[in-house]
């Protein structure tokens, strides 16, 4: 039978769960004072909880962080598997964090921007669509509390994460693990 799969063996050489939870925290931070910042000097704030400005400000947080973490390591060894482990931490953290901040953002500080955001997204829709599946699409928009946009954002930053993640560990990678060999079994 042919192999599909090739099996590989892994060693790890830093504590990336500490990192991922220390960097994820700095990162979220990063995410949601660059979004505030840019909320209180425009006049008119962003569209959307999730957009490209969050995004960016997240790859460059993992790009970071997980160049300072391979700084930190025996000879910079560090495998595809390990950096892929500290970008999805990141990622994941930074998410919860920026998810939390557009909650307490939209129900606590600037509750106007609930219905802006609502707003926004009917706007992206389809104005000329009159059928009763678009009726209901704008309904449901229009329920959208600051729980739901909160969800939002750290929903989307979360799966931007994993291809973030991919794409730093790629670039980032000095050793590739090696293919471990099975033995067949006699029958």
Same mark, same amino acid.
């Given at each position: +039978?042919?192999?599909?799969?090739?099996?590989?063996?892994?060693?790890?050489?830093?504590?990336?769960?500490?990192?991922?939870?220390?960097?994820?925290?700095?990162?979220?931070?990063? +995410?949601?004072?660059?979004?505030?910042?840019?909320?209180?000097?425009?006049?008119?704030?962003?569209?959307?909880?999730?957009?490209?400005?969050?995004?960016?400000?997240?790859?460059?947080?993992?790009?970071?962080?997980?160049?300072?973490?391979?700084?930190?390591?025996?000879?910079?060894?560090? *495998?595809?598997?390990?950096?892929?482990?500290?970008?999805?931490?990141?990622?994941?953290?930074?998410?919860?964090?920026?998810?939390?901040?557009?909650?307490?953002?939209?129900?606590?500080?600037? *509750?106007?921007?609930?219905?802006?955001?609502?707003?926004?997204?009917?706007?992206?829709?389809?104005?000329?669509?009159?059928?009763?599946?678009?009726?209901?699409?704008?309904?449901?928009? +229009?329920?959208?509390?600051?729980?739901?946009?909160?969800?939002?954002?750290?929903?989307?930053?979360?799966?931007?994460?994993?291809?973030?993640?991919?794409?730093?560990?790629?670039?980032?990678?000095?050793?590739?693990?090696?293919?471990?060999?099975?033995?067949?079994?006699?029958?």
């Amino acid at each position: +039978m042919v192999k599909i799969f090739r099996r590989y063996q892994s060693t790890i050489y830093g504590n990336y769960r500490k990192a991922y939870l220390i960097d994820g925290l700095l990162t979220g931070v990063a +995410m949601s004072v660059i979004m505030a910042v840019r909320d209180w000097l425009s006049d008119v704030p962003v569209g959307t909880p999730d957009n490209f400005i969050s995004e960016i400000v997240m790859l460059l947080g993992i790009a970071w962080a997980s160049y300072q973490y391979r700084k930190q390591l025996p000879d910079q060894k560090i *495998t595809l598997k390990e950096l892929m482990l500290l970008g999805l931490g990141i990622g994941v953290v930074s998410s919860i964090i920026y998810g939390l901040w557009t909650y307490v953002n939209c129900a606590v500080i600037n *509750t106007d921007l609930v219905a802006f955001y609502q707003q926004q997204r009917i706007a992206v829709m389809d104005p000329a669509e009159t059928s009763a599946e678009a009726k209901i699409a704008i309904e449901s928009v +229009m329920k959208y509390g600051a729980g739901d946009w909160g969800f939002i954002a750290g929903f989307r930053s979360a799966v931007m994460s994993i291809l973030f993640a991919f794409l730093v560990s790629l670039a980032l990678r000095t050793e590739k693990s090696p293919v471990k060999v099975r033995e067949k079994k006699n029958k």
